[in-house]
């Protein structure tokens, strides 16, 4: 993660802090020989109901959310020739079905096992020369988007607006910002002992399709690579980040739906994103925008990110997000995003827009209680193929540790 946490459960309780109080370090021990070992995680569950204008986007549901519930465990092993080693494994779990979030899928059969997740299981050695990660772990590109949206471990919408999706919720990436997604890699964080500071990393290569039209490039030969920059001054109590981030990938092989070969059987990913991420106290604002092309529009490079001809598809968005906290145990918020992926020769566009407004009391530091009031929709949906307005009413809790 980027900040002074890799894990995703340290980056993602930094980024809702400012909604539920600040998480507990966790609960552990510690051996005579230094050998420390802890769990923290949380439980989710909400109720909503979404309204469309179409009964593939009606219904109610139980669940956890856009983020299953997660149990992690850590191990610290003692400093050694000055080097620090830290590994997390965490396990993320569905309580309302084992198919994803599938709607009474059941746990029979395989089915169960598919409500467990193991998200990361990563090794972090760091020294003065910075940190080095290993293993599955969040990854860099529009990973500072995703952690400021409060409605990660509280609320969000159902992507595509689909109220049976087989796959996670979405938060706010029906518009404004796409999905990082945990990958397997390895990653290098510059010291954290100065404002300005980057990262690196290589990751597990990913396909570049389409699976709405069917065309898509499965060959990788070479790593996606992701690298970001970040800058905090240090400005009396106000917590500033700047950041920009960027995203690289081939890959080859592309084909049509119609089994013929794409315009060209060479697809890359490439894309750029900033942003600023402002605690001002009472008050908390997140700006980001994104720009790119083989992307995609919601999740990345694997669902829309090229058009029936096998060309990469052009897209944008921006998100903002303000957090008003008029006493310290509740916080108030609204946000907007926007993405639009352009119109090609061989594909229509669309356009997706969101609208969330929150409210979330921390009853102590450890519980949680939420609402909130949504609007998503679409000018050409890819899953229904036509244009779509969905509303959402959310109520949930959430203990963390």
Known sequence: MRGKMHGKMRGMAAACALLAGSAQAGVGFETAEGWKFS?????????????????GATGFRITSGTTPSLIAFNVTAPATAGLNITSRVGLYINPHSGEGNFRNAGNVGDTGAKALDPREIWTKVSAGWGEVVFGKAYSIYQGEAVLADASVLAGGLTGYDHVNTPNAFAASFNGGYMWANFNAGVRYNSPRDTPL?????????????????????????????EAGLYYQPVLGTARIKLYADAIRQDARGCMTAAGTPCASTRVATRGGAAGIVADLGAVNLVLTGFRGQGLGSVLLQDVDALDAAGLE?????????????????????????????????????????????????????????????????????????????????????????
């Open 197 to 225: 500071t980057f990262s690196v990393g290589v990751y597990d290569p990913s396909q570049i399709r389409n699976v709405f039209v069917g065309s898509g490039a499965s060959q990788t030969r070479t790593p996606r690579v």
């Open 39 to 55: 769990t923290d995680g949380w439980v989710i569950l909400q109720a909503h109901k979404q309204n469309g204008d179409l009964p």
């Open 313 to 401: 598809r052009d897209s944008r968005g921006y998100f903002g997000q303000l957090v008003y906290r008029p006493q310290p145990r509740l916080s108030l918020r609204y946000s907007h995003g926007r993405t639009h992926i352009d119109d090609t020769a061989a594909t229509a566009g669309h356009t997706g827009k969101t609208h969330i407004a929150g409210a979330y009391l921390t009853v102590n530091p450890l519980l949680t209680v939420y609402g909130e009031l949504a609007r998503s929709t679409f000018t050409l949906n890819p899953v229904f193929g036509r244009a779509t307005s969905t509303d959402y009413a959310t109520g949930g809790i959430r203990f963390m540790w």
